[in-house]
């Protein structure tokens, strides 16, 4: 295994995460489907390989992923770094959702329970509230950290000037910093690349990310004939938005390479992000050991600059404006002046 800190903290973490949202029962069996035997062989076989950074969150089969977490970790927890969140609703009452200080507070209490630890590592408001105050949740953030409940902050699913925003904030009034932005990111998704990673690089949050393989579509397991099988899982939760035909010809290319490599799509689609200097960690959820056992190997794979290059090639996003307009109205001479 191999590691990184995370963002402008001290945290060391595993470039491969573990994401736990497909343990536990519930009313999409495409998502939640892993018993607690089935649980166990997985983060024991995350541990002995290295992992030390495990994700979860409060919305996630009800509770019930960090209820398994929790359990499984056991005597092992002071030696991994748990990641949970919140924001999503979790109960019938109009307060038990959303980022305000009386949710946030309730629902760390309840996560410190289920998850059977005294602190939460990091912490993550799992996506935006647009009817909260931000400066009352980046408080409320804070007071959770001054407690000693939470040791580090992230945030998730936030656009990027709502971030710059929080980070503006919290510096200003000195109070705990977001160190992790967690964003969905893969080669057939790479809108972050556009604000969040400017964002992120110039004001150091590590970045992790979420379903790197784009909800199973670059594992390869799928084909144009099998896509809407209702076996498959991409056809209960397939909620990621890219074009099929579009991804289908890439993923001709990441099979040409991973024959290349001896290795299997999904290998070159982690190592792909692995290979990114702005990602710290990529989360991997597996539903079966062999799945896990696979994405593992990702973290030996080193792709060659020119591989590397050539899936940035054909899986580049169009330049929205104004970045389009900066890059086109670049001073040439002054760059070149520069050696840049």
Not at 69 to 75: D, I, K, V
């Amino acid at each position: 295994m191999k590691y990184a800190i995370l963002g402008q903290s001290g945290l060391l973490v595993s470039r491969l995460a573990f994401g736990a949202m497909t343990f536990g029962s519930g009313n999409n069996p495409s998502v939640y489907k892993v018993d607690q035997s089935g649980a166990q062989q997985l983060v024991d076989r995350a541990l002995d390989a290295g992992i030390n950074f495990f994700d979860t969150a409060d919305g996630y089969a009800d509770g019930q992923s960090e209820e398994m977490l929790g359990r499984l970790l056991g005597t092992r927890r002071k030696e991994t770094v748990i990641a949970t969140k919140a924001g999503f609703r979790v109960g019938p009452g109009l307060v038990q959702a959303g980022l305000s200080r009386k949710h946030l507070f309730e629902a760390c209490e309840a996560s410190l329970s289920r998850l059977d630890t005294d602190y939460i590592d990091l912490y993550i408001v799992h996506k935006t509230d647009p009817y909260t105050p931000l400066e009352e949740t980046l408080e409320a953030l804070n007071d959770l950290v001054r407690q000693g409940k939470v040791r580090y902050i992230g945030y998730s699913n936030w656009p990027a000037w709502q971030a710059a925003q929080a980070v503006t904030i919290q510096r200003e009034r000195r109070w705990a910093s977001f160190i992790n932005g967690q964003l969905y990111y893969s080669l057939v998704g790479r809108d972050i690349e556009h604000e969040t990673v400017p964002f992120a690089v110039r004001n150091r949050v590590g970045l992790t990310v979420w379903s790197p393989l784009a909800g199973g579509f670059l594992s390869g397991k799928y084909t144009k004939e099998n896509l809407n099988d209702d076996q498959n899982r991409l056809s209960g939760f397939d909620f990621l938005p890219h074009d099929k035909e579009w991804g289908f010809n890439i993923l001709d290319t990441v099979r040409e390479i991973a024959g290349e490599y001896g290795s299997t799509p999904a290998q070159v689609s982690l190592a792909w992000l692995l290979a990114q200097p702005h990602v710290s960690s990529v989360l991997v959820g597996s539903s079966k050991l062999a799945q896990l056992e696979d994405n593992l190997r990702a973290v030996e794979l080193q792709l060659s600059a020119e591989d590397v290059a050539r899936l940035e090639e054909i899986t580049r996003p169009v330049s929205l404006y104004p970045n389009w307009f900066t890059a086109m109205t670049n001073d040439i001479q002054t760059a070149e002046a520069l050696g840049l």
